[in-house]
């Protein structure tokens, strides 16, 4: 007799209900449910939440065709992402299985199945659930410490703890990346997690603020300083007094207010401009800067005292292109929020050449360029799913033809798209599961050259 495990919940989607009962009695080990029909397997899915779901694509009404079985496997993945859907299919339906993959399966085997094989494929299934789920508490419970950070990356994670025990701190901190990979949430991630919290957060971006006028914003001014100073102005640092300044784009503050701004870091006072009063305020500083400020110390362009005094911590985040997986996470995150916005009910998600392509574009603009494509494709987007053409992404050609009609995707995934998007999939969950290229190669069971090929392919970066 099996030793019988209540926690797994296998929930079989055949149309065959003699096979349907074949499948049952040889999982006597855990709970079984069975359907015959997407309605019903979906009202087991949200009552029962099984982990994996083994499913035939061919289901009435369309039990030739594959429609209703693709149908079912979005569905599915929408009431419960991290479901591990395995596809029975034919021998002949290879295309079909690996476009079910493109749309969110974890895998597929052909019929009639090797009983062995099967337990192999479901136990691991399981095995990858279980994983997800503890990744996935990793991921709420950073979530908890950032606010609205969203990651599943391990280096990503790794900076939201350096963050989280910064906060605590008065140690000045420099927040270093490209435009757009997150450095002003992190600024007031580290705010909010500070016991300033309730102060203000006073945010100056110092390449915005026009070189004359940086002066009298950051230290303000008397009565008659100068042309137009009408009355006694208080500027923005002792504005922060008690709370946070963050000041954004540190990089380009010109050279003769990096010395007024040392003078303050190290005394902790200023003197607005036109007085020699000295006002003590007391802040924390977090800087930001998408410059590389050791070049320019070498350049003369930035002042080295300066340097070591903001960069206490630095803390260097990475591109999005680095970051595996979170690009199907941040734009999952993204198209929520726009549906809700929006309150696009029909809108359902990404085509299977979308996710393929939203893993493998470099995002130069990063996290800021994610999120601005897909609050606009799901906006102007015709369909359902998000294509490859809605996203629009620059020097991708839109080789997809999806058609849609009722809700269902019609059209298909050119073969190549589908492994592609298969593979990259793959690779990246690995990567991001692995903490170096030989473990994600292990995972993969491929070689550690193979693996490092693919990556060139797919310019999929390595762990961190
Ligand atoms: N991990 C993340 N989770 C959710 N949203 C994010 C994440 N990272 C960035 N964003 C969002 O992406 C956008 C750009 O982020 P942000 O402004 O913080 O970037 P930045 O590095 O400060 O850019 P810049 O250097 O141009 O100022 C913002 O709308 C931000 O809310």
Redo the contacts with the bound molecule.
Sequence with gaps: MPHHDDSRKLLIIEDDLGLAKQLGWHFLGMQVFTAAAVDSALAIVRAEQPQVILQDLGLPPDAQGVSEGFRCIEAILDIQPNSKILVMTGKSEEANALRAIGLGAIDFFHKPVDPDTLDLIVNRCFETHRLRAMNCRDHLMVDDLVG????QNPE?MRICRSIKKLAGTEITCT?M???????????NAIHRHSPRKDRRFQAI?CAAIPENLIESELFGYEKGAFTGAAKQTAGKIECADGGTLFL??IGDMPLLLQTKLLRFLQQRTIQRVGSTHDIAVDVRVVC???KRLKSMVSEGSFREDLYYRICEFEVE?PPLRARGG?RLI?AD??LAQTIDKYHLVDMQGFSAAARAALLTYDWPG???E??SKIKTAAVMSDNPLITLDDLNLEGVAGTEATEVSDGCVNGSVSLREARKLAEVSAITSALDKASNITEAAKILKISRPTLYDMMTKYQLEQPG
């Design positions: 609205e950070i969203r990651t990503m927040l990346g490209e435009s757009g990979v997150g450095k002003d949430i992190f600024a971006n954004d784009e930001a800067t998408n985040i979170d941040l995150y993204f990063n996290v800021r994610l999120e």
